[in-house]
């Protein structure tokens, strides 16, 4: 059974029908079955409801929170096929029992996700950068680069403890530019890109799940004269890879022989071969070695002998003195030639 591609629920799922792709703008599947309740009197009022997510007792159960009230409500002791157990999570209810759902959009499949956000993957495509910085700035030295993010990376956490205050600098592949700045906190969207955004009395906190779709750079600027502590953490993916070339030819035609392969530096978001020292960046990322196999086993042909016709001139003494004087006629001969087939 495979599951739709958005992370959003689909009606009319049958227990052994495929799911079908949801439209981008489908509405949330377990909100959907709530508001069928906007019309039914619960306790003589009624109400407008809200689903409730995320209940660890009873994924399954259609439990529905009254807009503005403290009622939480069981509306009915299973939710339709289809619908997500969680709000974050891809397993889904099916007969009123929640089932897995792995990565792969398998219905019992334990494929999850690594780090890289790579389904199955073994978290070889990504790195994991974390580390603080201590920033000062000056009336003199009024802005300063903290980090740079770059596209792609995930699981982002930026906090800030002290006065300083963080801004954005984005840069999408297409080279448009951006800056972007948080008063106030809440969830927000940049170049695609979901941050929610917590602020306290000496702290912020960036939180980006990811991918990011442009490259960040987290600037401050000059506030107060009194240092703050930037602590940072996430998985960037690594842009340069090694990729193996194609077998070069063979060394000879026949008899044996045997070719080789080499590896060039790959940029994965322009797709192009780079120069080799991008990929040295990467202290994970090794080179690998060449590979060699045998090639053109066949057997060369044998020596063989051939024989050629040629047209030959063959000297005639005179025997007879009425003859002409002595001359050259043509004759036929044949030679035997030896020949050897070269092996290449």
């Not at 995930?154 to 008063?183: C, D, M, W, Y």
């Not at 695609?192 to 702290?203: L, M, P, S, V, W």
């Not at 780079?274 to 990322?285: A, G, M, R």
Request: charged fraction near 20%; charge should be positive; proline fraction near 8%.
């Amino acid at each position: 059974m495979v599951i739709c591609t958005p992370i959003k629920d689909c009606n009319g799922l049958g227990k052994h029908n495929p799911i079908p792709d949801c439209p981008a703008d489908s509405e949330d599947f377990r909100a959907q079955q709530c508001s069928a309740y906007n019309d039914v009197q619960y306790q003589g009022h009624y109400y407008e409801w809200i689903p409730l997510y995320n209940d660890p007792a009873a994924p399954c159960a259609l439990k529905c929170h009254a807009q503005g009230q403290s009622l939480v409500v069981e509306l009915a002791p299973k939710v339709l096929d289809g619908t997500r157990c969680n709000a974050d999570s891809l397993d889904m209810c099916i007969s009123g029992i929640c089932q897995a759902v792995g990565c792969d959009r398998q219905l019992g499949s334990s494929a999850k996700e690594d780090n890289c956000g790579v389904c199955a993957g073994d978290g070889s495509t990504c790195r994991l950068v974390r580390g603080q910085a201590k920033i000062h700035l000056a009336p003199e030295k009024r802005e300063e680069n903290v980090i740079a993010v770059p596209l792609g990376s995930r699981s982002v956490r930026i906090t800030v403890k002290g006065p300083a205050r963080l801004f954005i600098e984005s840069k999408t592949l297409q080279g448009n530019r951006g800056e972007h700045s948080f008063n106030s906190p809440g969830v927000f969207v940049v170049e695609n890109t979901t941050i929610e955004f917590q602020k306290g009395a000496d702290r912020q906190i960036f939180k980006i799940p990811g991918p990011m779709m442009a490259d960040f750079i987290f600037k401050t600027r000059y506030t107060v004269a009194k240092g703050s502590v930037v602590q940072f953490f996430f998985y960037q993916p690594i842009s340069h890879q090694w990729r193996q070339t194609d077998f070069f030819p063979c060394t000879v035609t026949c008899g044996g022989g045997y070719q080789l392969n080499s590896a060039e530096c790959m940029d994965i978001r322009l797709k192009r071969v780079v120069p080799d020292h991008y990929c040295h960046y990467y202290p994970e990322n090794v080179k690998p070695k060449p590979k060699l196999k045998e090639c053109s086993m066949d057997p060369c042909p044998s020596r063989q002998v051939s024989w050629l016709s040629y047209s030959i001139l063959k000297y005639q003494p005179n025997i007879n003195p009425l003859d002409p004087p002595a001359s050259f006629q043509l004759a036929k001969a044949t030679v035997y030639k030896w020949e050897k087939q070269p092996c290449l």
